[in-house]
Structures are given as C-alpha cells and as structure tokens.
C-alpha cells in the first residue's frame, strides 16, 4: 500500500432530478469506514444538495438531507463550497442543513492539490 | 398554445436559451424536477428579463422534495400533478426542454 | 383527451421514469385516456424484470406493471433498443441465443412503428427525459 | 386516427459522445416510412451530426453520417439550423454533408407552430 | 505505474465505457499496471450478460471479458448499484427469488470498500462518466 | 500538475467555468469525446482568453470519429491513447471533468 490517500469528491449535480448525488455520498461514507481522509466540495448544482428541509418522498424518493447528517457522526467534516457558487444558486448560508466552509474560488487550485485523488460526481 | 417542460436548472443556459428562442405570445412554461430551482431568487433570472413570470409555472412536489417551499418567488404560481396535466391539454402540444 | 408517453432516460441516474409514472396516473384519474407509453433509449431499463430496488424505496417496473393491469395500459418497449441493453423477452432470448430472458410482465417489446402510431393518433404526446 | 400529424424532431446532442443523435435518426426515418411529414431541427451542439467526413470507426462506431445521408432517399428534406447555432458551433456551412436550411432565430417559434408534434432528444 | 479505473456512466447513451476500455487497453500495452475497474451507477450495466448488440456493432460486456481474461484483470461492478439496475449473480438471484442471473463471466459484483482500496493502493484512479 | 480531462463541449458554460477555477500554474488538460469540439476555432475560446493553447490536447481519434481532423485549430496538440497514457503518468492525479 503507497503513503496515506486522501480524497476530494466533487459533487456537481442537483439532488433528485439524478442519483449523482446519493451515489456520492456513498462514496464518501465508504472511504471514511476505510479510514480513509475525505473531503467533500460542493459545486454548481451540487450546492443544493445541502438545501435544509427536502422531503424527497414528495417524488418517491429517499430525503437526501438525512444521509449528509450522518458525516459529522462518520468524521466528515472538511465540507466546502465557494461564495460564488452559493451566490449563484439563489440559496443563502442559512438555508443549508449543513456547516460548511464557504470558500473563495482562488482557494479551488490548493484544494486540487491537497488530496491524492479527485474523484467528479 | 405550446407547453414547454424545463427539467434543468438555470447554469443551462444554452438550452435555456433555446427554449426562450422558441416561445410565442400566450405560451406557457412549466417547470419539473431540477428546473423548480429556476424559481429560487436569482439576481439575474431569465424569468424577470424575458418577463415570463406570468407565463411560468412550477410542479409543488419537486418544490416540496428539494425542500424549496419557503424559499422560491410568491410570483410564480405552484400546480401540483392535475395542474400539470391541466396546462398539457389547455396546451396545442408540449415540448420538453432538457 | 387521448395521451401518449414518450420515456427516454434511464430509471435509475433520472427522475423522468417517475414522473411520468406520476404524470400517467393523474392524466387517467382526471379522466384522459393513456392510449400507450413508448420506453425508448435507456429507458427500456426500466422493463428488466430482474431490477431489486432496496425494499423501502419504489420498483418502478412493478408500478408501472400495477398501472398497466389496473387500466389495461399499453407499454411498448422499442425493441432494437432492449435487445442492445439486454432486455430480452423469450423470442429474442432465442434468437440471440441467451440463458434467460427478463421482460417484465406486461411490458411488450415492438418497434418504432408503435411509437410513429401513437404520434398519429393521440392528441397529446409528452415526452419524458435528460 | 385524427387529421394528418407532423412531427418536429429536435436534435441538441453532439454524434458518439451519447446515443441521442442516432436513436433520433431512427425516429425520423420511422415517421417518413409511416408517411409522416416529418421536420428535423438541428440545435446547439446537435449542428456537430452534419459535420463531414465523419468516420465512427475510430471509436468503435458505426458513422452517422450513412444514416444521415439516407435522409433525401427518405424524402425527409425539411432540415433545420439556425445561424446563431452554426455560427457558435465553429463549423461552417461549408462543412455539413447535407443541404440545410439556414435560418434565423426569429423564424423558430413560427417553426414550432407548424408542427403539431416536437420531440426532443 | 499502477491505475485504477472507475466508470459511472450507462455504456448504451455514453461514450465513456468505450474510451475507458481503450485507455485500459493501451496502459496495458504500454507496460502499465491495471489494478482495478470498478462500474459503478449506470456503468454496471456494462456487465449485463444478455446485451445483444448488432452484428456489426462493439459488444463492450465481450470486450471487457475478452481482456480480463487475457490479462488476469479484476473487474469489480458495486453490488448495490447492480442489484438495484437488475443485474444480478447467483447469489443476488436467489436472494431477491428472481428466475434468472445476468452477470458476464469475468465481472464480479461487490461493495464499495473494492473501490475504497482502488483508490488506497493505486498511483493514479482515473475516472469516466459523462 | 493534475491533468484535467473535458468531454463535454464549449456549450457547457458553468463546467468549463468550474474547470478553470481549479487550474494550478503546469496543470495540462485533455479534450477527449465530445471536448474536442472545444479545439474548433471560436471566436470567445476558453483556451485563447485564458491563454491555455499550450497546455491542452485533443485526443486524436475522437477528432476522426466527428470529422474534426482538417478543422481543428492548428496550435493544440493532438494525442492518442499512448499520449492520454503517458500525459495521465506525468501528473500526479487525473481530475475528470463531465
């Protein structure tokens, strides 16, 4: 086995419309059972992911929220997503169910080159 | 009358864009799954600058799952599933952008 | 008013296969007739009747096959597109000489003719996908 | 069977990349040999199914372009790009296997209306 | 040098199976280490033994087999993802009391954690999706 | 230096966006499937306003497969699978952007 991994997942896509992003946070939850350091970056879409109050079983779906409370308790806690994203979204800080670091977008080619791999959902 | 269904959210801009290209007068445009998030406040909506608001509609269910109920526009009316196949047989056709 | 159905994406990565479950269901409880659903592209993923969903969440081929026996709907799965995503009912098992086949019941594979016929004749044709 | 259907088909996706460009061709063909008129518009990055010299084999794939060909033979000859799309797209018209219609953005909601059936892919 | 490969999309609407197919194909060729190829999402119903492509047409479920067994290669499909889409193994049939299994010879269905150690043990996990 | 690899086109706005904002100083990119459109000539190219032409390549038999070959701009380097092989072995991660 090399030297230590860590991991960033990017997550880009809405919840719901597609499984991108329960797919991810399996994922996640996965590499940290396996000891494994990961960050999550929310981008894009991905931002409403974090959005407090979904109900996914309006569409017949498991609620997506109930699973990202469970990474405090797996030790996930380097979440981010950029200013410029949240703004994007028409979202505030307050509406997502989550603490995360809301980072600036010149912080985006550090947090590439911290982790060992970048895996894109 | 043409329906136009968006199923995706605002960062589409080209296919948005397409489908704003493609309106006539009295058309309607509802939006499902991931396009409810085009009903969020945003600063610059295509809703507002194409002064579409009174045209837009937005599907409660995908509203509710994504836990957008509080947050979205008052201005744009919500229907739920009989509304949606309400505004298709109002409708000469519908298309679906996505 | 007579409908039609047109589901193009992949049940399982979009919601478009439920939606247009949902849509289905309200369009003939408000009294419309479902003249046929037309399952094209990845969307004839969703008549393999070997899919297992977790058991609190919905199995769509068995709400669709639910919908279809209540109301004696016609769900038309585009055949040169099952064959390629190995969703094959019997005859097709043996003509590519499979060890299986895994069609849903109530499903039908046929060909684009079904779709072109349900254009034809029905007032609404809405199509479901991305 | 109610008054003769015609059937717009919107074409917006790039050749081999996804399925779209060729299940919407069989479509199309299917329609013509059903009689029906049928219109195809190509739109956004749905303009890149008429570049020339196609050769599908180098990624494993049949070429598009036969198919495409095929379309005069199936009296289907209403095909549809917007110049705005040409020109975005890096092509010129001088690049496309077929005779298109160049049209401007302002004649597609007349070109909706003519239809009473669009499908998208 | 050592690689992991993660697919994520359907092999039937994207392009990404192919070209991770290629990719695994010429790394080989040049020398290099294919320790993994893990299907995940829609890309699991890459291992769907009764895929019947056309004649003419890239069967990608034989193409991968072919090189696996050429190479020894290890091709794991997350077994959550596969149960759900109804791609299933012996075992999975007879738990979820389905009449048939579909799992092509030289895939193997599995948990996440296959992926978890890809990524642990790899010098470079390269993924496709799309 | 992380290799970045783009299948999507020029059309998708808010990806290639996101893309550059996580580029380093070194880090190369690669346009396979449907990127390589992105080596069309554009008159507001991403490569030219951020000055990137010598950092990105183009997979070669994805430019013959779309009929790009005597199309594409003359100043980005085309590379087969060996060359998306060894570009993949020369960074230290492969980040795909989709």
């Not at chain 1, 990961?38 to 309006?58: M, R």
């Not at chain 1, 997506?64 to 703004?87: F, G, K």
């Not at chain 3, 046929?36 to 058991?55: E, G, H, K």
Request: charged share 20%; glycine share 4%.
């Amino acid at each position: 086995m090399n030297a230590q991994r860590s991991v960033l997942v990017l997550n880009q896509s809405a919840p719901y419309g597609s499984a991108s992003a329960r797919e991810s946070l399996d994922v996640v939850l996965t590499c940290s059972i396996f000891d494994m350091p990961v960050s999550l970056l929310f981008a894009g879409d991905g931002v409403y992911q974090l959005t407090k109050e979904q109900n996914g079983s309006a569409v017949g779906q498991k609620t997506l929220e109930a699973m990202l409370s469970a990474l405090p308790m797996y030790d996930v806690d380097s979440i981010y997503v950029t200013r410029n994203d949240l703004i994007n979204s028409g979202l505030q800080e307050s509406d997502l169910a989550l603490p995360v670091q809301v980072i600036e977008n010149d912080r985006l080619p550090e947090l590439i080159k911290q982790h060992s791999t970048v895996l894109t959902f | 009358m043409t329906l136009h269904l968006l199923n995706k959210t605002q960062q589409n801009t080209a296919l948005i864009e397409r489908m704003l290209s493609t309106l006539s007068d009295g058309d309607q445009i509802l939006l499902i799954e991931d396009g409810v998030y085009n009903a969020l406040p945003h600063s610059e909506s295509w809703i507002d600058s194409k002064d579409l608001k009174q045209s837009t509609y937005a599907l409660v269910c995908d509203i509710e799952a994504r836990g957008l109920s509080s947050r979205i526009r008052t201005d744009i009316e919500q229907v739920d599933d009989k509304g949606f196949v309400r505004l298709s047989c109002e409708a000469e056709k519908v298309v679906s952008w996505f | 008013m007579k409908f039609s159905i047109v589901i193009q994406s992949s049940p399982f990565t979009s919601q478009s296969s439920s939606t247009a479950l949902r849509f289905a269901r309200t369009l003939i409880t408000e009294g419309h007739e479902l003249f046929r659903v037309f399952f094209y592209s990845d969307a004839v993923l969703t008549a393999n009747a070997l899919i297992s969903p977790p058991q609190d969440e919905q199995s769509l081929p068995v709400e669709w096959q639910a919908l279809a026996s209540e109301h004696n709907l016609d769900l038309v799965v585009c055949i040169a597109a099952a064959v390629k995503r190995g969703v094959l009912d019997t005859n097709e098992q043996k003509r590519y000489e499979k060890n299986a086949q895994n069609l849903e019941n109530r499903f039908e594979l046929s060909g684009l003719g079904q779709l072109a016929e349900a254009i034809a004749v029905s007032d609404r044709v809405v199509t479901f996908g991305g």
